[in-house]
């Protein structure tokens, strides 16, 4: 949709309003495993996973889960190794 999105109105809105979902969010999900400054890591969080999901639909070599990337940025946040 993002790529989409400045060409068309509707999509516009569409992610707008999911980009603001995703903000309102973030910043819990890293609170809750105690990462410092969450809000203004949280689009961190956003931009790997959106630049993971395109890049998913472009290339199909992605040799990091979807889950596992946002864990080890977590980890790292919080001063750890990534979990194995």
């Given at each position: 949709?993002?790529?989409?999105?400045?060409?068309?109105?509707?999509?516009?809105?569409?992610?707008?309003?999911?980009?603001?979902?995703?903000?309102?969010?973030?910043?819990?999900?890293?609170?809750?495993?105690?990462?410092?400054?969450?809000?203004?890591?949280?689009?961190?969080?956003?931009?790997?996973?959106?630049?993971?999901?395109?890049?998913?639909?472009?290339?199909?070599?992605?040799?990091?889960?979807?889950?596992?990337?946002?864990?080890?940025?977590?980890?790292?946040?919080?001063?750890?190794s990534a979990p194995e």
């Open positions: 949709m993002h790529p989409h999105a400045p060409r068309r109105e509707g999509l516009r809105a569409a992610a707008a309003r999911g980009c603001a979902a995703c903000g309102r969010v973030a910043p819990a999900s890293l609170k809750a495993p105690g990462v410092p400054e969450a809000e203004r890591a949280a689009p961190l969080i956003g931009g790997l996973v959106d630049g993971l999901d395109l890049r998913g639909l472009a290339v199909d070599d992605l040799h990091t889960g979807l889950a596992e990337a946002p864990a080890g940025l977590v980890a790292g946040l919080n001063g750890s």
